[in-house]
């Protein structure tokens, strides 16, 4: 006998951050960052800069960053359909993957940059790097906090690191005119270009992992499978699981399935069984849609067919 269960409810009850965002903020970043790519471009050309030019071109990177990370908001709270029957919660994933990609190419260029200007020094402008980058550093806060609510959902998380690595870089460049005015050190300029290029590619590397991790139907962070088995286990009247699978959907939403062996029971108490196995993983590991297929304890099976080898309770 095979019974096949599960709890399919997976649109509802889960908070969406980043449609609450609305497209209000993601225009208004938007327009913010064009406007400073423009006075950052202007600022190094005229006062020689690196390190403007260098940011310059980071910010320039955020605004296709902002685009996507919009669309994806827009795209997953669309509802599930005929051709994507999870929904389209997977496109803020997906977006901050681009954007993780995007980012370490402009690290990258940074570094190329940085060492050309190191073989080849030119005097730079102290004043225009202090007020360009204090302009900037107030838009790039204002744009950081606006988007600090959204920081448990991961496309939101990676715009958010984008924008704050761009206010920590702004005092970097701050930091640096400074120095620069007193020591007269022309090497400072493409030293902090340097280190913003390790600072984008030290914020990027989390949001890949995580990302890439979900894109590839990972293990959600946190978990083990052997937790998650013995926590089954646990239930009266379960014998054994098998063909345990356990992935992210979307951000905040865990999803599982496996075969458990039950004895030969009535379906009121095999249902009894799946409630009590759904209500264990919601409150202990956060997994809220749990597809569970019944077995009969005690049949006759080929260990060579499940993934991992069957995990029964310790006598």
């Given amino acids: 006998m095979h019974v096949h269960a599960g709890e399919h409810d997976h649109a509802h009850g889960h908070h969406d951050h980043g449609a609450e ?172 270009g340097a280190a913003i290029g390790v600072l984008v590619l030290w914020s990027t590397w989390g949001i890949l992992k995580e990302s890439g991790n979900i894109l590839l139907e990972g293990l959600p962070r946190g978990l083990t499978v052997e937790n998650v088995a013995h926590a089954i286990l646990g239930v009266e009247g379960v014998r054994e699981v098998h063909d345990i699978h356990i992935w992210t959907i979307g951000t905040g939403l865990h999803a599982l399935s496996c075969h458990v062996c039950i004895p030969d029971m009535h379906m009121d108490a095999s249902e009894k069984i799946l409630a009590a196995i759904q209500e264990r993983l919601v409150s202990e590991f956060h997994i809220s849609h749990v597809t569970v297929q019944f077995e009969r304890a005690g049949l006759p099976k080929d260990s060579g067919l499940f993934m991992p080898e069957p995990v029964q309770p310790v006598e």
């Fill in 21 to 192: 965002m609305g497209r209000g903020v993601f225009i208004g970043a938007m327009a913010g960052t064009l406007a400073l790519v423009v006075a950052e471009i202007a600022g190094g050309y005229l006062g020689h800069s690196i390190a403007l030019l260098g940011d310059a071109v980071h910010k320039l990177s955020d605004v296709p960053a902002l685009l996507i990370s919009w669309l994806a908001v827009m795209w997953s709270a669309r509802p599930a359909d005929a051709q994507r029957t999870y929904g389209y919660r997977r496109a803020g994933t997906l977006a901050a993957f681009i954007n993780g990609i995007l980012l370490v190419l402009v690290a990258l260029g940074l570094f190329y940059e940085s060492f050309d200007r190191l073989r080849h020094p030119v005097t730079v402008s102290e004043s225009w790097m202090i007020w360009v980058s204090l302009g900037a550093l107030v838009v790039n806060g204002g744009i950081t906090l606006s988007l600090i609510r959204g920081r448990h959902d991961l496309n939101l998380r990676s715009v958010l690191v984008h924008n704050l690595g761009d206010a920590l870089s702004n005092v970097g460049i701050l930091i640096g005119a400074i120095a620069i005015r007193a020591t007269g050190a022309r090497w400072l300029d493409p030293a902090i």
